[in-house]
């Protein structure tokens, strides 16, 4: 079991939960989140130094670097996921192995340029992507097979928003306590 204070380490904003109803502006929201996270990651990392991007957000959690890293990575699934959900009839999606991907070569580069590059071209990509779904294609969904459930798209906007200013608040947090965590 996770303790309180592990659990707060690890969820700094809590877990992602739908609302009973998702409305357009809740929607029009989670967007603008996803659009301004690359900024916002940019903003809180650009002038670390080589140790503060080896500091992690909690014990036997990423450090900085895999947490940008990753976000690239995720999401580059998460437009994948978008686009087969609008193009297939609820197609079933294709997991990843997160924590292994984290410990590849990219995912250790200290050099985030490249990673937030990506992300600025991934996020406009996406945005105009997600403002182009029409109302009757948000119901429109991808089948999860390591959940064994099925997302709908209006859900999984909040979910991917949810996840960017989760993982934000983890680099924060790693820069707060400096990596320790005592």
Same mark, same amino acid.
């Given at each position: 079991?996770?303790?309180?204070?592990?659990?707060?380490?690890?969820?700094?904003?809590?877990?992602?939960?739908?609302?009973?109803?998702?409305?357009?502006?809740?929607?029009?929201?989670?967007?603008?989140?996803?659009?301004?996270?690359?900024?916002?990651?940019?903003?809180?990392?650009?002038?670390?130094?080589?140790?503060?991007?080896?500091?992690?957000?909690?014990?036997?959690?990423?450090? &900085? =670097?895999?947490?940008?890293?990753?976000?690239?990575?995720? %999401?580059?699934?998460?437009?994948? /996921? @978008?686009? +087969?959900?609008? !193009?297939?009839?609820?197609?079933?999606?294709?997991?990843?192995?997160?924590?292994?991907?984290?410990?590849?070569?990219?995912?250790?580069?200290?050099?985030?340029?490249?990673?937030?590059?990506?992300?600025?071209?991934?996020?406009?990509?996406?945005?105009?992507?997600?403002?182009? &779904? =029409?109302?009757?294609?948000?119901?429109?969904?991808?089948? %999860?097979?390591?959940?064994?459930? /099925? @997302?709908? +798209?209006?859900? !999984?906007?909040?979910?991917?928003?949810?996840?960017?200013?989760?993982?934000?608040?983890?680099?924060?947090?790693?820069?707060?306590?400096?990596?320790?965590?005592?």
């Amino acid at each position: 079991m996770i303790t309180d204070k592990l659990y707060a380490l690890k969820f700094p904003i809590g877990e992602f939960k739908t609302p009973e109803i998702i409305t357009s502006n809740q929607i029009e929201t989670w967007i603008e989140d996803i659009e301004r996270f690359p900024e916002e990651v940019e903003n809180t990392t650009k002038k670390l130094s080589q140790e503060e991007l080896n500091w992690v957000y909690r014990p036997n959690g990423w450090n &900085i =670097k895999q947490v940008v890293h990753h976000c690239a990575d995720s %999401h580059m699934n998460s437009i994948i /996921r @978008f686009k +087969l959900a609008l !193009t297939e009839d609820s197609p079933t999606i294709r997991p990843y192995f997160e924590d292994r991907w984290a410990m590849l070569v990219d995912n250790n580069d200290n050099d985030l340029s490249s990673t937030l590059l990506l992300l600025k071209g991934l996020h406009a990509k996406l945005g105009k992507l997600l403002r182009s &779904i =029409k109302e009757s294609e948000l119901s429109s969904e991808f089948i %999860h097979p390591e959940y064994g459930k /099925r @997302f709908r +798209l209006d859900e !999984t906007i909040g979910v991917y928003a949810w996840h960017g200013n989760h993982h934000l608040a983890h680099i924060k947090q790693a820069l707060k306590y400096k990596g320790k965590f005592i």
